[in-house]
Structures are given as structure tokens and as C-alpha cells.
């Protein structure tokens, strides 16, 4: 079935209006009248071919919330009008260790919700700035955040599950402190999981004018890692710093200000690397470097659970999907808090 979606052909070539074919829905398949769809930076990464691999044509979104309008014979768990989300992941092995774990997100014949093989046409799996997607019922999520809110949600489907599931992983909650580095679409999503698991939050911004935000999000304290004197205060003192920025970035500067058997966590993924942090830094105090990538199917549904029982949502601007190629600009700039949302309706005309 066709449907009207945005997306590019090529890498120097800004995203436009296209048609793509959505499958019928199959035995086990939910589709989807797509509602919102989120703005991640993995998106803009993607699209422009600052990681390898892009198929064109290129369909980003994977932080999709919407309403069920169609389910296949064998489905049980999701009726028409049902409101559900489809975060990164749309398809996976289903029965290798990770699978069985609820760790769809570590298998490696995990499919992406864009940019990975499938036999949909065009070949290649097309993401959520679209009218509509089809998705296999494993990989659909519940939501039961209020239908008003349902614009602030879709990030949770992206940033939300990128910060929750290392915060749980690392056992983030009371007595325990947590740094955030990067005050953005992810970052602003970590401050208030912390905050609202327990955990004393740090927040680390490079501007000033941050601080009263973060402070309005959740944190405890704001550092502004541009001043050693703040950042000096805190040394040896971190159980987990999440790190968040999508650039690349002196780590040492945050590996210092962590205890003995502390952990950072990087969740941003820049474009080209850091660079190499000074070996002592991790040896002297039997420190740990580490990455997580978004979350499992449970974990995320446990995420968008805890989400609604204490009433979080991203903070968002809601966009008309012809503003695309505008935001990407203001994105880069860091002009956004924290993260654009296409209003899904516009693609309509």
C-alpha cells in the first residue's frame, strides 16, 4: 500500500517528499497509523551518509507512536485503536542468546527500523516520517502515557530507552551519583530518569545558560565543564557518568571525576572518534570505559512503564514535516530543546 513519507536520495541532497510501499500486514504484523515521529541525530548521521552504508532512498525515524489500524490473524496482544510505539528495532534473529534474553538490541540479525535489509520493497527497511508502517508484534511497544502527551513520547522510543538502559544496568538510583554530560535529546531524557529513579544527578554543560534548565529537569548540582574549578570539585567522586555528546570530546576530563570501579558510559555516537584517553586515568583507579546501545524490547516497554507511572515525557518542539531539513540545521546548532517531533498529520499536504 502507498503511503506519502519524507526522505533523501542522496547525501548531498535534501529530504523531500516520497511515496513508499508499506507490506499488507502478515499473521503476526501490526500496522500503524503513525501519529508523531522523533528527530534523532542518528537520523541526520544516516541520511547524509556520515556513517557508512546508506541505502537510498533514505526514509530516517525510529521514535514512532501512533494508533493500530489493522493486526494480523495470529496477533493477540494489540487491537485496532490500540496507542503503541515502534522504537529502533523492527525485526531480530528471535532465537539466539541475546534474543531469548529480551536483548533484541545485541543480536546480530538485528534489523533497524531504517537502513537495514528486508524483503520489503525497496530491500532496505524504511523508517517513521511516514503516514503508516507495518511491524511484526514482537517489536511493537504499549503505550499508556495519556493520549495528549503522545507527541512527547515518541523520543522516549529512542532517547528514553538510550539513557534507561544503562542507568538500570549500572544501578542508578539512591546513594548512588550520576553525571549527565550533555544537555540535549538524550541528555535531558537522562537527567530526569535519574532524578526520578532516586540518584543524586549531576548535570555538565559547556554553557552557562544551561544551568537553570538543567537544574528544571532534575539535576542536583550543574557543572560547566568549561571551568576546572567546578569540574575539580567533583574529582573521585561519580559512581556512573552517562555520556551523551554526539562529538568528539577530551574523555579524560570525565574519567577523572570518577571512583574507584566508577563507570562512563557512552551512549552519544559521534561521527568520527574520540580521542584516546590516557590509559593511567583508567589503571589508577580500576576505571571503565563502556557503551550501551538503546534497549531490549522488555526493557524498553519496563522504560515507557516507568515513564508513565512518573509522569515523564520529552520536552519537544512539534514540526510540520516540510521543517526537516530546517531542523537538521538548527539540530547541529544545538537550537532545539530538546527534541524535534514531526507532526505526522502534515505529510498529508
Not at 238 to 243: S, T
Not at 307 to 321: F, K, P, Q, S, V
Request: glycine share 10%.
Amino acid at each position: 500500500m502507498a503511503v506519502k513519507a519524507f526522505g533523501a536520495y542522496a547525501a548531498d541532497r535534501p529530504l523531500e517528499p516520497i511515496d513508499i510501499t508499506r507490506r499488507t500486514p502478515g499473521p503476526h504484523d501490526v500496522q500503524i497509523e503513525i501519529a508523531y515521529c522523533g528527530v534523532c541525530h542518528s537520523d541526520l548521521h544516516q541520511v547524509r551518509a556520515e556513517w557508512a552504508g546508506t541505502l537510498w532512498p533514505c526514509v530516517p525515524g525510529h521514535e514512532i507512536v501512533g494508533r493500530v489500524s489493522a493486526v494480523g490473524a495470529h496477533v493477540t496482544r494489540f487491537r485496532d485503536g490500540d496507542l503503541v510505539g515502534v522504537g529502533c528495532i523492527v525485526d531480530s534473529c528471535q532465537h539466539c542468546e541475546d534474543c531469548d534474553a529480551g536483548l533484541e538490541n545485541y543480536c546480530d540479525g538485528m534489523i533497524g527500523t531504517y537502513n537495514f535489509p528486508t524483503r520489503d520493497a525497496p530491500g532496505h527497511t524504511l523508517g517513521g516520517y511516514s503516514q503508516r508502517i507495518v511491524v511484526h508484534e514482537r517489536y511493537v511497544l504499549r503505550i499508556s502515557h495519556p493520549a495528549e502527551q503522545l507527541a512527547a513520547v515518541a523520543p522516549l522510543l529512542c532517547a528514553g530507552i538510550t539513557t534507561y538502559s544503562p542507568l538500570r544496568h549500572w544501578q542508578a538510583g539512591p546513594g548512588k551519583k550520576v553525571g549527565v554530560v550533555g544537555i540535549g535529546g538524550l541528555g535531558h531524557m537522562g537527567i530526569k530518569l535519574a532524578h526520578a529513579m532516586g540518584a543524586h544527578v549531576v548535570a555538565f554543560t559547556t554553557s552557562e545558560s544551561k544551568r537553570e534548565d538543567a537544574k528544571a529537569l532534575g539535576a542536583d548540582e550543574v557543572v560547566v565543564s568549561r571551568n576546572p574549578d567546578e569540574m575539580a570539585a567533583h574529582a573521585k567522586s561519580f559512581d556512573l557518568i552517562l555520556n551523551t555528546v554526539a562529538a568528539p570530546h577530551d574523555l579524560d576530563a570525565f574519567l577523572v571525576l570518577l571512583k574507584r570501579d566508577g563507570t562512563m558510559t557512552l551512549v552519544g555516537a559521534p561521527a568520527t572518534p574520540h580521542p584516546s584517553p590516557d590509559v593511567f586515568n583508567l589503571i589508577t583507579r580500576r576505571r571503565s570505559i563502556a557503551g550501551s546501545m538503546i534497549g531490549g524490547i522488555p526493557e524498553t516497554q519496563e522504560m515507557l512503564d516507568f515513564c508513565a507511572g512518573h509522569g515523564i515525557i520529552a520536552d519537544i518542539e512539534l514540526i510540520r514535516a516540510d521543517e526537516i531539513n530546517a531542523a537538521y540545521e538548527r539540530m547541529l546548532k544545538g537550537d532545539v530543546k530538546y527534541r524535534f517531533v514531526i507532526d505526522s498529520a502534515s505529510l498529508a499536504g
